[in-house]
């Protein structure tokens, strides 16, 4: 059965919390909850500035890429002014490797154009998804590396967006 990909809508919030667990790679959902950092990236989410993608396997979900819009007072991970949303964006395990997250950034680089100039990212440095943010032209922001919240190196990626990125 082919993968079916849809806009992400208020009431996808339990989609939203499975995926930011594997994007953040917690344990658990409760233990994503517990981090007021992370639970800021679903809770409200389908406020102005919010959009996103899941990809859909018959009834499940097996991964979705999101935006959402920060001002400087509620600042993300990856905030960088009020007008570049931050990106989240997970594939569960066993789907991996298989180009539903390649298809994920597609699809929500194309829904972001028309309103924002750019997306933002943190990820860890060792992280094999940096691949694929390359490929679609996302650049490491020179002198961004942190020490994240588990003791790691993560730096912070941002790529313009422009009508080109509109598919006709």
Not at 8 to 21: A, F, G, K, S, Y
Not at 99 to 119: K, M, N, R, W, Y
């Amino acid at each position: 059965m082919p993968i079916q990909f849809r806009l992400l809508t208020i009431t996808d919030q339990p989609i939203l919390w499975e995926m930011l667990r594997y994007a953040a790679q917690e344990p658990s959902v409760e233990a994503v909850k517990e981090q007021p950092l992370l639970r800021k990236y679903v809770e409200q989410f389908g406020r102005s500035g919010d959009c996103g993608i899941v990809a859909m396997l018959k009834e499940q979900a097996i991964g979705a890429a999101w935006l959402r819009l920060w001002s400087e007072q509620e600042r993300g991970l990856s905030y960088l002014d009020n007008q570049t949303p931050e990106l989240a964006m997970a594939v569960l395990p066993d789907y991996r490797q298989q180009g539903v997250g390649t298809q994920l950034l597609s699809h929500l680089i194309e829904l972001a154009t028309p309103q924002f100039p750019a997306i933002s990212l943190s990820v860890r440095a060792e992280n094999p998804a940096i691949a694929l943010y390359e490929r679609f032209g996302f650049g490491k922001i020179p002198n961004s590396e942190i020490k994240n919240r588990v003791g790691d190196i993560s730096f912070l990626m941002k790529r313009p967006l422009s009508s080109k990125d509109i598919k006709q």
